[in-house]
Nanobody
């Protein structure tokens, strides 16, 4: 089993920055990709950013130029640097880790709340 733990959420004013961390542990095997998703109240969970084991990245259009995803393969950790935050970025942010055992569904963390005040 793989454990996924997010941290770094909080309350920030519009225009501010936060850095989220996602740590994977347990029976990790080979990680294929680590991604950040978010879910705002009353909305579906959506992809924010993903990074593959070969460091390829993909971002939602709404965060391009403001958010940066990175990873430390030695520590099995992914980061999401969020700059120029907007109230519409308010959501619970979840980390998903895909490995060779679960290449499609992956493993989910419990989420971390990000609240951006106007």
């Amino acid at each position: 089993q793989v454990q996924v733990v997010e941290s770094g959420g909080g309350l920030v004013q519009a225009g501010g920055s936060l850095r989220l961390s996602c740590a994977a542990s347990g029976s990790i095997f080979n990680i294929n990709a680590m991604g950040w998703y978010r879910q705002a109240p009353g909305k579906q969970r959506e992809l924010v950013a993903v990074i593959t084991s070969s460091d390829m990245t993909n971002y939602a259009d709404s965060v391009k130029g403001r958010f940066t995803i990175s990873s430390d393969n030695v520590k099995n950790t992914a980061y999401l640097q969020m700059n120029s935050l907007k109230p519409e970025d308010t959501a619970v942010y979840y980390c998903n880790v895909k490995n060779t055992i679960r290449p499609r569904v992956g493993y989910w963390g419990q989420g971390t709340q990000v609240t951006v005040s106007s």
